[in-house]
């Protein structure tokens, strides 16, 4: 979301949503804000940077519809409400894609989620399953923490949500005092972060669904998570 491309001041990404989409990134964390009564994309405060979310919502909508084996989850850091949301999912035409989970019930394969069409999945922090597909996060995910300024602070401790639930936040990125691609040089590192997600899976028996980095391009992050997907 954040990005040097499109002027954001203090990016967390070097690339447009549809740069990241294109070159292997299947996950984003979009923060949701009210700005001048419409739904913003914000990154902590509007003056470092803000787009209309249905731009943003565009976006994805062209991906999906020219890359129809890929499957997208967003998750949101919302501040508006629930029903907000959903308008700006129906006046972009993207409502069709989105799956919608029962708590109990198994996820689909990616296979699965291909041949209904159904190819986009969304978490949010405020109003989940106030609509379909709007999953709250909590519910479905856990995490590590995301607030680490050095690389040996790195952990693999749970922060949100509780152990048991499925879906695993692996947050893989430094911020001091704010994000940057020196940090990234850092904790992109592939021997680091292959080593980390190995040994994260091996002591909390979770594997990481979604390892979130920043400036993803450096270090080759796309590349050391499919040869780690491809062994497992």
């Known amino acids: 979301m954040s990005n040097a491309a499109d002027r954001w001041l203090f990016p967390n990404q070097t690339h447009t949503i549809t740069r990241q989409l294109t070159d292997g990134a299947r996950a984003l964390m979009l923060d949701l804000h009210i700005v001048d009564g419409e739904v913003h994309l914000v990154h902590s405060k509007p003056f470092l940077g803000k787009r209309l979310l249905t731009d943003g919502l565009i976006e994805i909508r062209h991906f999906l519809e020219k890359t129809p084996k890929a499957v997208v989850t967003i998750i ?3 501040y508006v409400p629930a029903d907000a949301v959903k308008q700006c999912f129906d006046e972009t035409e993207l409502t069709k894609f989105v799956h919608s989970q029962q708590v109990n019930d198994p996820w689909p394969t990616l296979n699965q989620l291909i041949s209904t069409g159904k190819r986009l999945v ?8 106030q609509w379909s597909g709007y999953h709250d996060v909590w519910t479905f995910c856990t995490e590590t923490h995301f ?3 050095s690389v040996d602070d790195f952990s693999f401790e749970f922060n949100r949500g509780k152990p048991t639930n499925r879906l695993f936040i692996l947050n893989h990125f430094l911020t001091n005092p ?3 691609t020196s940090l ?4 992109n ?3 680091l972060l292959n080593n980390r997600i190995e040994t994260c899976h091996r002591q ?7 390892v979130v980095v920043d400036f993803f391009e450096i270090g080759d992050t796309v ?4 040869q780690f997907n491809m062994k497992k």
């Open 147 to 149: 607030s680490v300024k």
């Open 122 to 129: 969304l978490f949010t922090d405020r109003g989940g399953g």
């Open 189 to 191: 590192n592939p021997d």
């Open 223 to 226: 590349k050391t998570v499919q």
């Open 76 to 78: 949101f850091e919302s």
């Open 178 to 180: 704010v994000a940057s």
């Open 204 to 210: 909390t028996k979770h594997l990481p669904t979604f």
């Open 184 to 187: 990234a040089r850092q904790a």
